[in-house]
């Protein structure tokens, strides 16, 4: 599977972004797609996953309320709606996916930089 991760930008304080990831090469439907990001300093984080099959989410504390992830099936695209930013939140946003039923995210994008200003 490959990942391709878009949409980072600079934000205002209370803003929003919709950031996507688009995966090409193999077909999701036994797959979990989600979405991590990764702040200066710190370890990557797990923010929210999404079974494609199903569509079923989860939704980690940081970020539960604030985003929502969705996937399109027509488009083989995963996306994820974040609201409320904070400076906190400024990162880099990666994309990956794993096999259903599996731990070890195999596939990851290549990351995009959401810097949210005060």
């Known amino acids: 599977v490959q990942l391709q991760a878009s949409g980072g930008g600079l934000v205002q304080a209370g803003g929003s972004l919709r950031l996507s990831c688009t995966a090409s090469g193999r077909t999701l439907s036994n797959y979990v797609m989600g979405w991590f990001r990764q702040a200066p300093g710190k370890e990557r984080e797990l923010l929210a996953t999404i079974l494609w099959s199903a569509g079923i989410t989860y939704y980690t504390d940081p970020v539960k309320g604030r985003v929502t992830i969705s996937r399109d099936r027509a488009k083989n695209t995963v996306y994820l709606q974040m609201n409320s930013l904070k400076p906190d939140d400024t990162a880099v946003y990666y994309c990956?996916?794993?096999?259903?039923?599996?731990?070890?995210?195999?596939?990851w994008g290549q990351g995009t930089l959401v810097t949210v200003s005060s």
């Open positions: 990956a996916a794993k096999f259903r039923g599996e731990s070890v995210w195999n596939y």
